[in-house]
């Protein structure tokens, strides 16, 4: 049987954490009796059926015996009292729940309406604009007690995505999902933090129904000496051994005079895909966007809803009767995916009513080409394209690495390029640029997920001087990084982008303070690559993750 508690309007002190998983709702007292839930509905059921029945023998017998109807015995008056006390009771516990659930089955499915056919931009408008017709699907909460809330957000009553908007007030709407969360799964949060996070900044912007926070330890390594300045980076891991590597790589880079980079192309890209009702049509368009007489045209349309995106170029490939047509703009010092999709719609609405037949099928058709591995943007670069380069030394090689040159060419040539095109490789032609990539855009607030092509990499290592020296460098294609916008401006990670002296937008020069991080991302995967090709070279790893990377804890006392 359903025990759910009957939301009271009594008042009760505000929820607090709990310290271990929540005592099962069906163990509580009801408020009728002070007796359990499941004791009292039981009760109160038996005594409704028990009177009803006994009145209805009393009616036959009254109406077989020709006795009038109103003439009451006391014990039929009883009866018809403990009748009417028990339909009060169960008409005020299961009612309630029903009329609450069809408020809320009402409620899903008009969001769900909005959603399918406006998407969820419309519902915050709905919201905003005509509170009256939300207030008549959802009720008003923000005024409620934080346990009845709970009990809302269990029941479905109330969406659990709707408790920020509803209440007004971030933490609190954390809180009570939270609380929610662990009564419907009965299964602890404990571990995961609630307090220490300023959810306010995050709503609508960084992460819908949040419930807490990760913690990720941040070390730091460096300096990094690079372009003559000194950098101490950041880097957001729980894989030992990562910092203190490419710590060892910037002790190496320092000593041999620190590592030059260069940026070599900086341009975001997304490409819609369009179709024609014939390939001789997309081609038409194709050659339209190929001609530098109409670049001005599309310039203008593109450049016209922000400030900082200026439209470079476009690639146009062609599959049957669809064009996929790579815009390609310069995005100040944002990452950029919002500027160019933007960017990008101005000028579909353009084309448009240039090419009336033109469907446009997705403002993405994957030859942007987006989170995914993708020979274009290993090719074309998407983002940030650097290479950085450093000569280190002999004596740095023996001293601080414990190899030579001669060993670590070989071993990056027979590894890094034949071991990765005997894999197949696309963009990973070095030993770990991933690690280092992943932690930087951890601690600087940068999308994790574009890790994957930002990681692309070709190390390369030569022997100059005479076979004295080593020259290592990195080449990039495909950085994406941002200084403002999206998680860059979460206070930990702003102080993160704050120690390397790039937060926010540069104020001399737009896109300066990005190209920057892509310069310290490079040259600090240049690091990562030295430390680790030279622990190889050695026969430095196993040991190095042995006592970096092994957790002393019995791993297998870890409950699951
Ligand atoms: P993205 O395009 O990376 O998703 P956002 O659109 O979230 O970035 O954030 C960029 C916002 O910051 C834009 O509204 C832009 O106008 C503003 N902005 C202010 N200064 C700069 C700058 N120097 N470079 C880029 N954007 C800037």
Redesign the pocket.
């Known amino acids: 049987m359903d025990v759910r508690r009957r939301p009271s309007k009594a008042l009760r002190p505000a929820p607090k954490e709990p310290s271990s998983a929540p005592e099962p709702t069906g163990a509580k007292a009801s408020d009728a009796l002070p007796l359990p839930l499941y004791f009292t509905n039981a009760l109160f059921f038996t005594l409704f059926f028990s009177v009803a029945y006994y009145l209805l023998l009393r009616w036959r017998d009254k109406i077989r015996n020709s006795v009038p109807l109103h003439v009451v015995t006391f014990s039929e008056l009883a009866a018809i009292l403990s009748l009417i006390a028990s339909f009060i009771y169960l008409l005020g516990f299961f009612g309630i729940d029903f009329v609450q659930s069809f408020i809320a089955r009402a409620s899903n499915e008009a969001w769900d309406l909005v959603d399918e056919e406006e998407g969820e931009d419309h519902r915050h408008r709905l919201m905003a604009c005509s509170p009256s017709i939300a207030d008549h699907i959802i009720p008003a909460v923000s005024s409620a007690e934080d346990e009845e809330i709970v009990d809302l957000v269990v029941k479905g009553t109330i969406p659990s995505y709707a408790l920020e908007e509803q209440l007004g007030d971030c933490k609190r709407a954390v809180r009570i999902r939270r609380e929610a969360l662990q009564r419907i799964t009965r299964r602890s949060l404990q571990g995961l933090p609630l307090d220490g996070f300023d959810y306010g900044s995050i709503l609508k912007?960084c992460c819908e129904m949040p419930v807490g926070y990760v913690q990720i330890p941040v070390g730091i390594a460096g300096p990094l000496l690079l372009d003559s300045f000194e950098y101490i980076v950041p880097m957001a891991t729980t894989e030992g051994c990562i910092v203190a590597s490419t710590n060892r790589g910037f002790k190496g880079i320092y000593a041999s005079g620190g590592a030059t980079s260069t940026i070599l192309r900086d341009g975001?890209t997304r490409a819609p895909v369009v179709r024609f009702p014939s390939a001789s049509r997309a081609c038409h368009l194709k050659f339209f966007l190929d001609n530098p007489s109409n670049f001005q045209t599309l310039a203008d349309e593109f450049n016209k809803s922000?400030?900082?995106?200026r439209l470079q170029g476009v690639q146009c490939s062609i599959a049957g009767k669809n064009l996929y047509m790579r815009f390609s703009c310069t995005?100040?010092?944002?990452?950029?995916?919002?500027?160019?999709?933007?960017g990008v719609e101005n000028v579909l609405a353009y084309l448009r009513n240039e090419y009336p037949d033109m469907d446009i099928i997705s403002i993405s058709g994957n030859f942007c080409s987006d989170k995914k591995p993708a020979a274009i943007n290993w090719i074309e670069g998407r983002g940030k394209s650097a290479v950085c380069e450093a000569v280190i030394k002999e004596e740095v090689l023996k001293k601080v690495f414990r190899t030579s040159v001669a060993t670590l060419v070989e071993l990056n040539m027979l590894k890094n390029l034949a071991g990765s095109a005997v894999a197949g490789a696309l963009g990973g032609f070095n030993a770990h640029a991933s690690n280092i990539v992943s932690a930087i855009f951890i601690a600087t607030g940068q999308d994790p997920a574009q890790n994957v092509e930002s990681s692309h990499c070709i190390t390369m290592m030569e022997a100059v001087n005479d076979g004295k020296d080593l020259h290592i460098s990195v080449t990039m294609p495909s950085i994406e990084v941002?200084?403002?916008?999206?998680g860059t401006q979460l206070a930990s990670q702003s102080a993160c982008l704050d120690l390397l002296g790039v937060k926010?937008?540069?104020k001399e020069l737009?896109?300066a303070?990005?190209r920057l991080l892509a310069k310290i991302v490079a040259g600090s995967v240049l690091a990562g690559e030295l430390s680790l090709m030279a622990a190889i070279a050695s026969g430095q790893l196993v040991q190095s993750h042995m006592k970096y990377n092994r957790s002393t804890k019995d791993v297998s006392k870890v409950g699951s």
């Not at 922000?306 to 995106?309: G, L, P, R, T, V």
């Not at 941002?482 to 999206?486: R, W």
């Open positions: 912007q975001m922000s400030n900082f995106a995005t100040g010092d944002a990452m950029g995916m919002n500027m160019v999709s933007k941002g200084t403002i916008g999206g926010g937008a540069s737009p896109g303070n990005s």
